[in-house]
């Protein structure tokens, strides 16, 4: 049910199966985001025309509302946003870091106060498990302490520890709740999926910020805790350099077992995917191409351009020319300039459309280039760089 | 190039094709309307989906914004917004008298503010005419002078006598610019369209409020001007009781040239286009659909419900059971709830998408009905009208 074959490396680079509960996902992968059960602008059509094959979803999102209880009693998070399709959820810890107003952590885990309602609620790792268990993605997230970007060696040290103790009573929850359901004593709250071969897998995350002796040690002890179908890299991409982050995913790219695929969360923009890519990275998420579709900006081989540019009146080619979505493929520059000038909201959906296909498709053609063999994905990522960096069309 | 055949009546409904540069209509039809040359939230795909086969755009909003220039550059309304299939435009006559900020008539034309810059603009009927062969819908409608519902017969004979004067200008003037392209005088601004037997009629619009003796001598007017492919009346649904609508139809019905496809602008409600076929009309228009379905409100058989309510947080059930659109067979009630209390744009495409749907296959059911001869239209209208107006359930 989890499983990952690689099928072709080039230098760090992989290109293999994901296999899941849902379907098979071809890696590397980005996926949507579905933050309140739906990728904003788009819906699970559109996302199956752009070659989609996993979607995030976001656990904090969907407990404070609806609630997990109401997406189960609607058929459990697949069906109740329609995607039959594979889908993660994250556990929450980051937007409790970054999305609510108050907080306080302490073991235990996190009291804090909802962005929708200003009610005060708490997650624990046991809680962010059983949400996710409910509302039914193929794999859960375990619940972590995410340090800013720029923290000291003494704050990621601690968000490090708190988030390896409560990876392991994530596990130990998922385990019961596996147990629970294997041993067919699955009241509704545990059967929150119609597929009937439903199981859940848990990946645990990296923490460490920039620091490279807290991420060694972390991802040692990781390892030591349990055979993992997955691992993900937190708490990059939150403020550091970029150069920071790339130094991280090398440091750990050797050290990483590699039958194991790599998640790499919350990135990322183009330059981002192709530089993670060839540090080994198989998974990547980010809110990017559907946040900045909607304020206009589109991803193209050429670097972004600004929809709302004057000089785009009249112009009647396609966003990006090489582009295949039905954004590239039937509407002219002028009139998506014109729909975001007008306000209308089928500017926001067609250019959402645009970037997610954007990413998919830099996906498709890192795969491609990786089964060329050695060499062929950094001879590939050394043109892409070169048309994307060059001055903006924009 | 416009033809009208009518196949089959039921008291004075009647089911036609109207033939358009763009393609067959069949009648009775509702037009969804593209205000900017979008129809809003929807798609041309959506559009097609949902079976609508024809689109009404508003000459006032693309002459403020982009203008009917930068539409011709960009290849015409239909190349414009990638609609294939045939377009109407609206004079810009109704939008000049309702939305404009300052306005000054005279018998030339009409001085307005621009709602989007301030800036002072005038509309004549020369000018209306020319800015919609830019545009190159396969429908132009005269400039109109429109009174309030509730006006006396002073204002509204002045309007309808304003009116008359400018359809005569109208129809010269579209006159002298077909001349023109048909002697291949023609520049670009006079070859909006790509389809190279590009046509554009022009359809007269009956004013006279809700005064009987100021509608039949107008419809006279209207018929000894000239002959016309297809006449509107106007005026109506702006705020007169309803009683007062259907009563002007009743008295205009007998007087309407059989072989004249009519077009009642601006409406309407489910239960208004049940009315208005049944007295005889074959076109509407109105952004009823897109507006209500945006504020979460969606039409079915039983009467509008409204989606945000609290007792369909875990409702399983489509919106409208017996419907066949995307919305109705892929999400539930307690999905759409979520997206609208979420404020999720997807929650104001599917409603959208699905209040269009619902008055086109009401046109559709209505269509069959006729077909089925004497009595069968009357019989289904009262079935309707007594599911329809039942206590809400909603």
């Not at 972390?218 to 937190?234: D, K, P, Q, Y």
């Not at 785009?312 to 002028?334: A, H, M, N, Q």
Request: charged share 25%; with cysteine; proline share 6%.
């Amino acid at each position: 049910m989890f499983d990952f074959q690689i099928a072709a490396t080039s230098g760090a680079a992989r290109t293999g199966t994901l296999t899941l509960p849902h379907g098979p996902v071809e890696t590397p992968v980005f996926m949507p985001v579905g933050t309140q059960g739906t990728v904003r602008a788009l819906s699970p059509a559109d996302l199956k025309a752009v070659g989609a094959a996993m979607v995030l979803a976001n656990t904090y999102h969907l407990h404070v509302r609806p609630g997990e209880e109401v997406v189960a009693q609607l058929g459990g998070l697949h069906r109740f946003m329609a995607w039959d399709r594979p889908l993660l959820t994250d556990s929450g810890g980051f937007q409790v870091f970054s999305l609510a107003g108050f907080r306080r952590v302490d073991d235990d885990g996190v009291e804090f106060q909802s962005h929708v309602d200003g009610g005060r609620r708490t997650l624990t790792p046991e809680r962010a498990t059983e949400i996710q268990w409910t509302l039914g993605a193929d794999i859960a997230m375990a619940f972590d302490h995410v340090a800013p970007g720029a923290a000291d060696e003494a704050t990621s040290r601690d968000a490090l520890e708190r988030t390896l103790r409560w990876l392991e009573r994530c596990a130990r929850k998922l385990g019961e709740l596996m147990e629970r359901w294997n041993d067919g004593q699955t009241g509704r709250s545990f059967q929150p999926s119609n597929v009937p071969s439903f199981r859940q897998t848990l990946w645990p995350i990296l923490q460490g910020g920039t620091h490279p002796n807290l991420r060694i040690e972390g991802l040692r002890r990781i390892l030591e805790m349990g055979s993992w179908t997955g691992l993900a890299v937190g708490g990059l991409s939150v403020g550091e350099p970029k150069a920071k982050m790339y130094e991280v995913l090398e440091l750990l790219e050797p050290r990483l077992p590699r039958p194991l695929p790599r998640y790499l969360m919350g990135v990322g923009f183009p330059e981002d995917l192709v530089a993670a890519v060839e540090r080994g990275v198989d998974l990547f998420d980010c809110v990017a191409p559907t946040r900045n579709g909607r304020n206009g900006s589109a991803f193209t081989p050429e670097g972004p351009l600004n929809i709302r540019n004057a000089g785009f009146r009249t112009d009647k080619g396609p966003v990006d020319p090489t582009c295949d979505c039905e954004t590239c493929i039937t509407y002219s520059r002028g009139y998506l300039r014109h729909l975001f000038v007008a306000e209308e909201l089928l500017g926001l959906r067609l250019l959402s459309l645009h970037n997610v296909r954007y990413l998919i498709r830099l996906a498709e053609q890192m795969r491609a280039a990786i089964r060329k063999g050695e060499g062929a994905l950094a001879a590939w990522a050394d043109d892409w760089r070169r048309r994307y960096t060059q001055p903006g069309i924009a």
